[in-house]
């Protein structure tokens, strides 16, 4: 793909981000691969493939797609679309295993809240190496041996990525609203789709501002207490906003209260839509609306055996591990953001999730049951 294509296809499947955009599952020759050359393996959502393809530029290589439904991998492996029977299927179909020597396949970090190493190789004979977070980073990670510094292993929320979120999550919603506003409001659609860019923007960039606050336990600012847990921070939100409703028809038009009335209802609905919490599209992530924002890992010090399976696939550089003491550490607990990764591939079942009550969420439950549009663990794939 020349590069005006690949600056076109990011455009415009970063605003389709919502939707599943899939493409061809199977083998993908990379340059000129031989037997020992090593095998990747990621998701079939096109934009992911697209820059995977572009990060291999130069790699003598085999890139598996495995079908995810065309959902990005993070996404498909925490919801039951990328599973450890797509990955096997195209291990033993794809006709890989005439075309290498060895049994190794470099799979996306993020797939581990879904894909299983230990069922992979029981049921396959692969072996999973977890590779980096980012496509971008699968140069640096080839020229390291196939081994992740603690900065290719974790998701950060930079810049370029805020900008595509706020684009992607502001693009379907605008629509989405224009569609209904048209019939009955048409003169109204241009602010609401400026009102709801302006706040997708501020919510995205902002984030570093805002992030420290969004911890489940609330923040007391002077003699209010705000529960960030449980929509506090969509309140400060609403409220600013509506601050500037009430200082622009002072302003700008003739003051009524039919206008703050209907301009107050319609950003509390976009407020209410941006933030919502759907599996990582908003930052604003301990909104509150499932449990699984609460949850803690706790690590059974008896079990581990200090494999440092968690630190390979922590997306968030939670884990130590001592290789003296073969033990493991969470130092950085409150990084945490509940994916359940370390506890789906830890082998010996040393870690589990504890809600708020105090109830144990043992980890074949993680295994078994995937999170929905919602974060909750409902559906057993
Ligand atoms: S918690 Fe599990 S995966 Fe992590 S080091 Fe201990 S045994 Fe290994
Ligand atoms: S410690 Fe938290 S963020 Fe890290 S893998 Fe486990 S659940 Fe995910």
């Known amino acids: 793909m020349n590069p005006f294509s690949y600056i076109v ?25 031989e037997r020992h050359s090593p095998v990747f393996l990621t998701c079939n959502y096109h934009l992911t493939v697209e820059r995977v393809k572009r990060a291999l ?6 890139l598996l797609v495995a079908n995810s439904r065309g959902i990005n991998v993070w996404c498909a492996a925490a919801d039951g679309h990328f599973t450890n029977h797509d990955v096997i299927s195209v291990l033993k179909t794809s006709g890989i295993e005439e075309l290498v020597d060895h049994r190794n396949v470099i799979m996306p970090q993020l797939a581990a809240t879904g894909v299983e190493a230990k069922i992979i190789h029981k049921k396959s004979g692969w072996k999973t ?29 930079p ?7 706020a684009a992607s999550w502001a693009f379907p919603i605008s629509i989405f609203l224009a569609l209904i506003i048209i019939p009955f409001w048409p003169e109204a659609i241009f602010p609401i789709i400026l009102m709801i860019w302006g706040l997708s923007f501020l919510i995205f960039m902002s984030f570093p501002l805002y992030s420290r606050w969004l911890s489940s336990e609330g923040k007391r600012i002077g003699l209010i207490f705000f529960d960030f847990g449980r929509g506090g921070f969509q309140l400060i939100l609403w ?12 302003l700008f038009v003739e003051f009524s209260w039919g206008f703050i009335f209907r301009w107050g209802f319609i950003s509390f609905i976009v407020v209410l839509v941006l933030s919502l919490d759907l599996m990582g599209s908003t930052p604003v992530y301990h909104s509150g609306l499932h449990e699984d924002r609460l949850l803690k890992v706790i690590l059974d010090e008896k079990k581990c055996r200090g494999a440092g399976f968690c630190e390979q696939v922590c997306p968030r550089n939670c884990y130590g591990v001592d290789s003296n003491r073969h033990m493991a550490a969470m130092p950085k607990t409150e ?16 870690l589990y999730f504890k809600n708020p009550k105090g109830e144990i969420i043992l980890p074949d439950t993680i295994r078994k049951f995937k999170l929905n549009l919602l974060g909750k663990r409902l559906r057993e794939k």
């Open 129 to 157: 190496i977890w590779g980096p977070v980012y496509a971008k980073d699968i140069p640096l990670f080839i020229q390291n041996n196939l081994k992740k510094t603690p900065e290719i292993r974790e998701v950060e929320f």
């Open 159 to 165: 810049l370029t990525q805020r900008i595509e979120l």
């Open 57 to 62: 530029k130069g790699v003598d290589c085999y």
């Open 335 to 350: 990084r945490c953001v509940q994916c359940g990764a370390c506890i789906v591939q830890c082998p010996f079942n040393a």
């Open 239 to 250: 409220c600013l906003l509506i601050i500037g409703i009430i200082a622009y028809s002072h």
């Open 9 to 33: 296809v990011n455009v415009v499947e970063i605003l389709l981000r919502v939707v599943p955009l899939p493409c061809r599952a199977g083998l993908v020759k990379i340059g000129n691969p």
